[in-house]
């Protein structure tokens, strides 16, 4: 139901319920419903509507939630909900389809018909073509019959196809746009539309004579319309700018010229419905060569001659001022005076701004909305609310009449010149102001519950072409009005099938909300976008803008928008077979910041750090390696399972963080305080239960080293024993046999090697606190390298035997191994190290 024509439903009224009392029209406080939530009884008074309107229709493997608050919802289509095969049409079906797409018929008395002269031989070598399976090219100027023509055609090739004739309109239209119109006119699939390996399925089973009227496309557009259709014979219609070039063999070309000047002359006497006086076919014939026979011209002349002959002969009646409405057609009065002088050639040729002064007053004011329009006429159930006239709907016969009207489609448009002569006349002065004002019609229009999406489908170019021209706008409040009207009409247009109209609504909406400012609409924009190019085959396109939404409503807290794009870009990472993209991650409550859990594992450079403590304390290297890479190791496999940090909870994710950078930071200190001990305190460093043993034998409490007081080592007492002995260092030696080179003491040939630091050099591994020149200067002969512990829990003694000689070690293997250590505790020239 139109929101112009209200029925009592509408305002809350039944027409069977109580409304005649004395209490019609005030509130009745809450009604009782039942468990469905129906009321129970008849409200009066009026309610507000519900604005948001939610459709489920299904798109190829796809089920689209049309969500008008949030934005649209998409998934898979579960299995209980795939779409019946699609119905053939009979052939009263499809002229019901034709009926509803046609455009309305203007009020006021019918129009007379008009013959068509001088093309009975296009029409016989057109319909020729076509019962031969030929697709035609029907080339002509604007104004020059084309669309009086295919009528003609569409009768004669009524029963040449099994599907019929199809009639479509190529008026801002794409190649797509044509083949889901095709598939609708032969098929009943409601709320049903196929994906494209689907759709070429279906059209290519569709045997018909497809007229298709003002076809602006050519080349590989059209190519592939061909192709498609193998089984379709094409009847275009264009205009001789548009190049077609790509598909020349496909098609025979018919040129439509102008009329002759006798044929021009007859259809003008038709026009005016009355033969012309001889004053008037000198006319006809200037006009003619001027206009090379266009059939609008004459009539648009005609008009301009019965207006002549209802006006009175002043020579004022030729002003723009206000002047008396001339009814079209069927007016029987007379008219006081002699006759007004003709127009002149120039008004002739050019008559829209001298037609359009002797209309009624919302006559002009609706060809004022169009040229503010870009030409489009809203439809007739529209204008009184536009012009303020509740009679303003008859405007539309009177612009029919005087041939300012050209249909397209389900709708009118003006004819071709119409916009630029009334532009040069100052109709176009106030166009942004009346295109706001269509603008903030339609978007009331298109949000109402009364207005189905197949009406607003239909009023798509007048209200597409509402919003572009507000974009950009420099007055205030035109891009906001823009953004509304976006807004509102872009769900209709998407449950009303029309899915050109909604990506341009789409497109016109979001640049208008960028420019004016609004971030949360342009968010919507996107994710429709993104929702758009997810059904349409274009995965890549769908995640930048789903993306850039979920950017969007994740800054402004929008959390029921962002999850629905997040369920979107989910899909659409699931159907392209990536991975799932980093924004899913980011935004939302229940999905954890990437950021921070790269952030909470800052044990790596503690190990770079550590790292040269490992020469000095070889026993505590490997223990302190695994220690601090244990907790840098937990983020790349966190980073790995993207699945299973998706699941966890924000709270749980912090907890875990936490406890890794504790155990790592624990860690540290535990490590640092023991190395740091070992470093700083001597009688710390190497405490074992040899040292204590030693301790008992021999050390002092000024001495606790366990070093004798004549500076001979404990082991050279007991060259034959088989126990080991703590070391001047507290390490222990091993005894060593006779034959035994590696562990024997240097004799007193022995010196130094030149790269053993000397007495005067202290050790720079370990600094010497208790130290004496008597101790440093006298070395002790019998002292050997003391091995490692690792050394001396192993029972073999043949594993000794791979230890370099005390008198030539190796200064560049000194950070690694047991050389190293028994190097370091020797001294300086194989000397005891003092405590």
């Known amino acids: 139901m139109d929101p112009t024509h209200r029925e009592p439903e509408e305002f809350g009224r039944d027409t069977d319920g109580p409304g005649d009392g004395p209490d019609h029209g005030r509130s009745q406080g809450p009604r009782p419903r ?173 045997g018909a004579v497809v007229l298709l009227d003002d076809l602006e496309f050519g080349g590989a557009a059209l190519e592939e319309l061909l192709d498609a259709t193998p089984e379709c014979a094409f009847l275009l219609a264009t205009a001789p700018d548009v190049v077609v070039s790509g598909a020349d063999p496909y098609l025979e070309e018919v040129l439509l010229a102008g009329l002759g000047r006798d044929a021009s002359t007859e259809l003008l006497e038709q026009v005016v419905e009355r033969p012309l006086t001889e004053e008037e076919r000198n006319w006809a014939g200037d006009l003619w060569f001027e206009s090379e026979g266009l059939p609008l011209r004459f009539v648009q002349a005609g008009a301009l001659l019965r207006q002549r002959d209802l006006l009175g002969a002043a020579p004022e009646a030729y002003g723009p001022g206000d002047r008396p409405a001339v009814p079209p057609f069927g007016h029987d009065g007379a008219v006081d005076g002699g006759r007004a002088p003709l127009p002149s050639l120039g008004d002739g040729a050019a008559p829209a701004a001298l037609l359009a002064s002797r209309l009624s007053g919302p006559a002009r004011d609706t060809l004022r909305f169009a040229v503010a329009l870009g030409g489009e006429v809203p439809h007739q159930a529209h204008l009184p609310a536009l012009v303020g006239d509740t009679h303003a709907d008859a405007a539309l016969g009177e612009l029919a009449g005087c041939g300012l009207l050209s249909p397209a489609g389900p709708r009118y448009r003006l004819a071709a010149g119409v916009v630029a002569q009334l532009e040069a006349a100052g109709y176009g002065e106030d166009a942004t102001d009346r295109a706001r004002t269509a603008a903030q019609h339609y978007a009331w229009w298109a949000g109402h519950p009364s207005v189905t999406p197949e ?179 937990a983020a790349p496999a966190a ?145 050997s390298p003391s091995p490692t512990p690792t050394e001396t829990e192993t029972p073999e003694p043949t594993d000794t035997a791979t230890e370099p000689e005390p008198t030539s070690p190796d200064t560049s293997d000194s950070a690694s191994g047991p050389s190293s250590s028994s190097a370091a505790a020797a001294g300086p020239a194989g000397g005891p190290v003092a405590a």
């Not at 009005?481 to 769900?491: D, F, G, I, Q």
């Not at 700083?680 to 001495?703: A, F, H, I, L």
């Not at 091993?734 to 202290?762: A, C, L």
């Open 34 to 206: 039942s468990a469905k939530g129906t009321p129970g009884a008849p409200d009066f008074g009026r309610q507000t509507p519900q604005q948001a309107r939610f459709v489920r229709l299904i798109s190829g493997d796809y089920l689209l939630t049309v969500n008008p608050v949030d934005g649209s919802e998409v998934e898979l289509c579960p299995p209980g909900e795939q779409p019946t095969a699609p119905v053939r049409r009979t052939a009263a079906g499809r002229a019901d389809h034709e009926r509803a797409l046609a455009p309305p018929v203007p009020p006021g008395p019918p129009a007379p018909q008009l013959p068509l002269l001088e093309r009975a031989e296009e029409r016989e070598r057109l319909v020729r073509l076509l019962s031969r399976g030929r697709s035609v090219r029907l080339t002509g100027p604007a104004g020059s019959g084309r669309t009086t023509l295919l009528d003609a055609v569409a009768a004669d090739c009524a029963d040449l196809a099994p599907d019929g004739v199809v009639r479509l309109s190529g008026y801002r239209r794409t190649a797509t746009d044509l083949l889901y119109g095709l598939f609708e006119a032969v098929n009943e699939a409601p709320l049903y539309r196929p994906d494209r390996t689907a759709l070429l399925e279906e059209v290519r089973r569709i």
């Open 455 to 633: 009406r607003a489908a239909a009023e798509a170019d007048a209200v597409v072409a509402a919003m572009a021209q507000l974009v950009p706008g420099d007055g205030a409040g035109q891009t906001s009005a823009a953004v509304l009207l976006a807004r509102s009409a872009a769900p209709a247009f998407a449950a009303g099938l029309h899915w050109g109209a909604w990506e341009r609504a789409l497109r016109i909406g979001q640049e208008a909300a960028r420019i004016a400012g609004e971030v949360a609409e342009e968010a919507y924009f996107h994710h429709e976008l993104g929702v758009l190019a997810l059904l349409s085959g274009n995965p890549d396109r769908a995640r930048a803008e789903l993306e850039t939404s979920i950017g969007m409503r994740g800054a402004l807290a929008d959390k029921s928008g962002a999850v629905a794009g997040r369920r979107a870009l989910a899909l659409v990472a699931d159907r392209s077979g990536g991975p799932l993209p980093g924004a899913l991650a980011q935004v939302g409550e229940d999905v954890p910041f990437a950021e921070p859990v790269e952030q909470a594992t800052p044990a790596r450079p503690m190990a770079a750090t550590t790292q040269p403590m490992s020469p000095s304390r070889p026993d505590e290297g490997p223990t302190t390696v695994i220690a601090r890479q244990s907790a840098p190791a």
């Open 639 to 783: 980073r790995s399972g993207r699945p299973s940090v998706l699941g966890l909870a924000r709270r749980n994710l912090v907890a875990t963080a936490a406890g890794v950078l504790l155990a790592g930071v624990l860690g540290t200190v535990v490590v640092l305080g023991m190395t740091s001990g070992s470093d700083d305190v001597p009688g710390n460093r190497g405490v074992t239960s040899e040292q204590s043993s030693g301790e008992q034998d021999g050390g002092t409490e000024e001495d606790p080293a366990g070093d004798p007081a004549d500076g001979s080592t404990p082991g050279s007492a007991s060259s034959g024993g088989g126990d080991a002995t703590p070391g001047p260092s507290g390490s222990e030696i091993t005894p060593s046999g006779s034959g035994s080179p590696s562990t024997g003491s240097p004799g007193p040939s022995d010196k130094p090697s030149s790269d053993r630091p000397t007495s005067d050099e202290p050790s720079s591994d370990r600094p010497t606190k208790s130290s004496s020149p008597t101790k440093s200067s006298s070395p002790t002969k019998s002292e």
